[in-house]
């Protein structure tokens, strides 16, 4: 059911930015765009989300492809901390207000 | 503020015993709740959602059920539980509206022995 298409694994190096990439070609136009990353033993956490324009907030920032076909997450620069899955999925509210996640960017941050 | 509470975080429970996980949202109302699982070293697996009280829509057939009793609260249940149910089980809420996010508590690690 998940919708979109993300690598399993990325390393960045500490304090460079990190550009974390997702496709959900088969995006509707009602679709909002959301990312959420894990910690180990956590839950995921609220990162950011987005329709059509490009969005900052004090956490990341989300460039959405002009077709909306891609997205690309952007941590300005990398912490230890910032180390975690990070989940892009669909908010579908045209099927019933489903998340559906899936496997994700295991980010791997070296110092 | 809206704040989501789970319980308990850890539970150890024999095959064939029952299940009983809570999850109550407090600061809004008539929020959509979820139940995901996640098995180890794997992605969030949706279980239930409901967007009102006694809705309650399954995406996965399996031994578990789950209820809506009140507005703020939503159980997972199961009558017997499988060894295959072991797994982080986690609640979350939101919005109706679609650019609402996803709330999640800290989850419930359940193995089953």
Not at chain 1, 32 to 59: C, F
Request: hydrophobic content about 30%.
């Amino acid at each position: 059911d998940a919708k979109t298409t993300q690598p399993n694994s990325m390393e960045s190096n500490e304090e460079e930015p990190v550009h974390l990439p997702c496709n959900h070609s088969t995006i509707s136009g009602t679709d909002y765009i959301h990312w959420y990353r894990q910690l180990p033993s956590q839950g995921p956490e609220y990162v950011i989300h987005g329709l059509t324009s490009n969005v900052n907030n004090r956490m990341a920032s989300l460039a959405i492809a002009e077709d909306r076909k891609s997205s690309t997450l952007i941590l300005h620069r990398a912490t230890l901390r910032d180390a975690a899955v990070y989940y892009c999925i669909l908010r579908d509210q045209g099927t019933g207000n489903q998340f559906y996640f899936g496997t994700g960017t295991s980010l791997t941050v070296i110092p | 503020s809206q704040t989501i509470h789970q319980w308990p975080a850890t539970l150890v429970q024999p095959v064939g015993s029952p299940l009983s996980l809570e999850c109550t949202v407090e600061g809004t109302s008539n929020p959509n709740l979820y139940w995901y699982r996640q098995a180890a070293g794997r992605g969030l697996q949706l279980l239930f959602y409901s967007v009102g009280i006694g809705q309650i829509s399954s995406e996965v057939p399996q031994n578990l059920s789950a209820s809506r009793p009140q507005d703020r609260q939503f159980i997972l249940s199961s009558k017997k539980l499988l060894l295959s149910d072991s797994g982080f089980y986690l609640c979350a809420w939101s919005e109706g509206q679609r650019n609402s996010p996803l709330h999640f508590g800290n989850g419930t690690r359940l193995t089953v022995t």
